[in-house]
Every structure is written in C-alpha cells, then in structure tokens.
C-alpha cells in the first residue's frame, strides 16, 4: 500500500525532493505520489509541514 497525499497538500515541493525513488511529482494544485513507485519509506510523512502524505 503506497503512501498517498491528502487534499491538506500546500504544494510547497518538499516531498518531492526528499523521496528517495522520486515517486513524487506535481500535480493540479497538490503534489501526488505514483502508487507503482513508492516504497513505503515513509520519508515523505516525516519531511511534511501540514502532514498530507499517509500510508
Ligand atoms: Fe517516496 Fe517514501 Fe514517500 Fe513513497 S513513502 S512517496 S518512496 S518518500
Ligand atoms: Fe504537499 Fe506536504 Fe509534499 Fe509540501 S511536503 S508538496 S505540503 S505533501
């Protein structure tokens, strides 16, 4: 089960830098995260201001 962001997204980018597999890109209005991609490292929830990506 990948991690997915939530409407709370701010879109301020930060995710997307820190995940490991580049899993992370923009998308309309919020940042969205390729299920097939992502490895469940959690990097993206820890790295977050308003805590949108969940698992
Ligand atoms: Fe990337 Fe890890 Fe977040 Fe998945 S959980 S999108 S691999 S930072
Ligand atoms: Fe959105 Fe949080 Fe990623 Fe910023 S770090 S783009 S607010 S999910």
Known sequence: MAYQISDECIACG????????NAISEGDGKYVIDADACIDCGACAGTCPVGAPQA
């Open 14 to 21: 930060a995710c997307a830098d820190g995940c490991p597999v």
